[in-house]
């Protein structure tokens, strides 16, 4: 394998150099590869898809973390829906507040593998005495428990495959069902610029669940095609309208160590372009 190509459009795509293949499996779910690449570091894919890169990987995990974590303000129980690899629950595990983080992964092999071949992504997260592993299907999951959440966080794949799941009106409502009061669900949410029809279809239906459903965006290099989006759902509409000195107070408090995020990124986020704009309408 001297280089990997992306198989998720069919009228473009990316290649990696592949310098060293570190790991290659079939699970009884999915085909999951690790290999290295000298510029993006350690690259992880699951069934022709590139998931997440060492180099690159701090911009998506802190987005998808600290704004609904902050945004919220006290969170004591967060979920995270899939997130084999650990870099939300990193991510997560900085907020010393948090005091139970569940993680459900359909696959125990990305678990085992990121830990062996992505450690840099946990960076020891795993072992934190807050967290709990469920091994099983996300939908049933929230489809089945009777725990609340303060916050949950969808680190899915695209909506094929195991992921396809997790991106139904049915799972968004169990979500909510899973939700505290004022609580917040956000979900990975693919590059609109490319996956229009994904982000219109989880508008509206969300929207027949939350009050306040809408997207903010970050750019981060192996998403390709533009921002990718993340949506937000929550039943509180003042959340998202934190102003900046509340924001930046959460944040000195929490003393987080990052790289990506600020307060000032935080509220810019959800500046939608346009273009987004008129997909929502």
């Not at 590139?50 to 609904?68: G, M, R, V």
């Not at 595990?93 to 569940?102: A, M």
Request: glycine share 8%; charged share 20%.
């Amino acid at each position: 394998m001297n280089r990997y190509s992306e198989t998720l459009y069919d009228a473009w795509g990316q290649s990696f150099a592949v310098d060293k293949v570190l790991f290659e499996t079939h699970t009884d779910h999915q085909h999951l590869v690790i290999f290295k690449n000298s510029h993006y570091g350690r690259v992880m894919a699951l069934d022709g898809v590139i998931q997440t890169t060492e180099a690159d990987e701090f911009i998506y995990h802190e987005s998808l973390t600290h704004i609904p974590l902050l945004a919220h303000g006290d969170v004591k129980k967060v979920l995270i829906i899939g997130g084999g690899d650990g870099g939300i629950l990193r991510e997560v595990c900085k907020h010393k507040n948090v005091e139970s983080i569940t993680m459900v992964e359909i696959d125990n092999a990305v678990v085992e593998m990121s830990r062996e071949h992505l450690p840099k992504h946990s960076n020891g997260a795993f072992d934190d005495s807050r967290f709990q592993l469920v091994i099983d299907d996300g939908a049933n999951f929230v489809a089945e428990t009777e725990q609340t959440f303060d916050v949950i966080i969808s680190d899915s794949t695209d909506p094929i495959g195991p992921g396809e799941v997790l991106f139904t009106q049915d799972f968004y409502g169990n979500c909510k069902r899973c939700l505290n009061p004022g609580g917040v669900l956000v979900t990975q949410n693919g590059v609109p610029f490319m996956q229009a029809d994904e982000l219109i279809s989880t508008h509206e239906r969300q929207q027949v669940h939350f009050a306040d459903n809408t997207f903010y965006t970050a750019a981060i290099p192996t998403y390709v095609g533009g921002v990718m989006a993340f949506s937000w759902a929550s039943d509180n509409k003042d959340l998202r309208a934190q102003n900046l000195e509340i924001i930046k107070a959460r944040f000195e408090q929490a003393e987080l160590a990052v790289r990506f995020y600020t307060p000032e990124l935080h509220l810019g986020a959800f500046a939608l372009p346009g273009y987004i704009q008129e997909h929502l309408k």
